[in-house]
């Protein structure tokens, strides 16, 4: 496609319920990356695949946090047992290339509300 | 380590100029800029490189000093559409993971 795709844009949530968040990245781009984005912050990292492979998960706040991307293209982003603290747009950003210095695209995000 | 952006905020009227800051106390390999409206994708403007590449926005330029570890962000002739939250986004080489700034709101007024 021509930038990145995720869904759904809103999710509401009742607290401890599961959630999944779809992104699907730019065609052809070897990386891909989560970030989260409190209100009035900056995007703070989950978590980084290149292609299939999860080459860093240190920004996952907790084990209910869980990222996958199977066959390198399309990753989702799954939330067990949401909290209220999990409130936040979920950006999800992909680059051609894995190595440094290279443009990264995010797309519009996943906004999730944890009532 | 978060960089840190200055100033927080910025109010201009059109037409006039700005200077966002980014400083690091790691050493970099790069600086990325980007420009967030609200409900929006934070939307690229330029990567400075370690060695003095550029590359992005025709008309937004950038610095990056590698022995400060600090880009500033120029943008001169300030449009309305300039409005929006800017953050810059450091990465200290590997795998291209940037860590954000808490970002600088832009507010340009007729």
């Known amino acids: 496609g021509a930038g990145v795709s995720q869904s759904p844009r809103y999710k509401v949530a009742k607290r401890g319920q599961d959630v999944a968040l779809r992104c699907d990245p730019i065609s052809g781009h070897v990386s891909l990356f989560w970030y989260q984005q409190a209100l009035g912050q900056g995007p703070e990292f989950l978590t980084y695949f290149q292609n299939e492979a999860q080459l860093d998960k240190s920004g996952l706040p907790s084990d209910r946090f869980f990222a996958e991307r199977p066959e390198g293209s399309v990753s989702t982003l799954k939330i067990q047992r949401t909290q209220q603290e999990d409130s936040a747009v979920y950006l999800c950003?992909?680059?051609?290339?894995?190595?440094?210095?290279?443009?990264?695209?995010f797309g519009e995000g996943s906004w999730l509300t944890v009532v | 380590q978060q960089p840190v952006q200055s100033p927080q905020a910025v109010i201009l009227r059109e037409g006039e100029d700005a200077v966002i800051n980014c400083s690091s106390s790691k050493a970099l390999y790069s600086v990325h800029w980007y420009r967030q409206k609200h409900g929006e994708a934070p939307v690229f403007l330029m990567i400075?490189?370690?060695?003095?590449e550029q590359k992005g926005h025709e008309k937004i330029s950038a610095s990056f000093n590698e022995k400060k570890q600090q880009s500033s962000l120029y943008l001169t002739a300030s449009q309305l559409s300039y409005s929006g939250t800017y953050f810059c986004?450091?990465?200290?080489?590997?795998?291209?993971?940037?860590?954000f700034g808490k970002g600088t709101m832009l507010l340009v007024s007729p």
């Open positions: 950003a992909s680059s051609l290339y894995q190595s440094s210095g290279n443009t990264i695209y």
């Open positions: 400075l490189l370690k060695g003095g």
């Open positions: 986004g450091t990465e200290i080489g590997g795998y291209s993971t940037l860590t």
